[in-house]
Nanobody
């Protein structure tokens, strides 16, 4: 059973930082690209960051480039998202999953709320 458990969200002022973490199980974590997705109210879920299985290749959406950093620990089967210089537009529920998504087993996500 694929399990994805996100944590680390919260309420933060604009310009602040948060570090999200994701614990994964139920698949061969070290062989899969992993990513962070987010979904704001009334909007579709979007990919904001991706990291290769080797950890040497990363991708960021233009909206977060230069502010967010994705990382992973294959031994611990965890993926992280360091979020700096947060903006109100970053407010959303954040999810981790494989890239591309091959399982419908989304976690419950973690809420990030950035106040102006």
């Amino acid at each position: 059973q694929v399990q994805l458990v996100e944590s680390g969200g919260g309420l933060v002022q604009a310009g602040g930082s948060l570090r999200l973490s994701c614990a994964a199980s139920g698949f061969t974590f070290s062989s899969r690209f992993m990513g962070w997705y987010r979904q704001a109210p009334g909007k579709e879920r979007e990919l904001v960051a991706r990291i290769s299985s080797s950890t040497t290749s990363t991708y960021y959406a233009d909206s977060v480039k230069g502010r967010f950093t994705i990382s992973r620990d294959n031994a611990q089967k965890r993926v992280y998202l360091q979020m700096n210089s947060l903006k109100s537009e970053d407010t959303a529920v954040y999810y981790c999953n494989t890239v591309p998504v091959t399982s419908s087993s989304w976690g419950q996500g973690t809420q990030v709320t950035v106040s102006s």
